[in-house]
């Protein structure tokens, strides 16, 4: 994957990556979300997320965040409407990675 600028590249951490808790960008390919996540310098355990748009390093505008677009495909698509509880099984294995959204070309 082809990112914004070197430093982006350096510091960025797919969300299924096990070192993620020691970085503080984080980018989940499945709704393609890029977040921060904010330790609290008190309390070690205490962890904030923020979603960015922008890089924090360039300013380049980041891709738009596919989580309302996941939901509505499986709809549509599929007429499942309670993807993450009563109908989980029912989800395709493409909709637990990029590849649903990169086969639609969003």
Not at 1 to 7: F, G, L, N, S
Not at 55 to 67: A, E, I, N, R, V
Not at 86 to 100: G, I, K, L, M, S
Request: a negative charge; hydrophobic letters at 25%.
């Amino acid at each position: 994957m082809k990112y914004c600028c070197k430093t982006m590249e350096e510091k960025l951490v797919k969300l299924d990556n096990s070192e993620k808790k020691n970085h503080s960008v984080v980018y989940d390919d499945q709704w393609r979300i890029y977040t921060i996540i904010f330790q609290n310098n008190y309390k070690k355990e205490e962890k904030y997320l923020t979603e960015i748009s922008y890089c924090p390093w360039c300013g380049t505008k980041l891709p738009s965040d596919l989580s309302d677009k996941w939901w509505d495909v499986l709809e549509e698509e599929y007429g499942i409407t309670d993807p993450r509880n009563d109908e989980y099984d029912q989800v395709p294995a493409e909709f637990r990675t990029d590849e649903w959204w990169r086969k639609r070309g969003l």
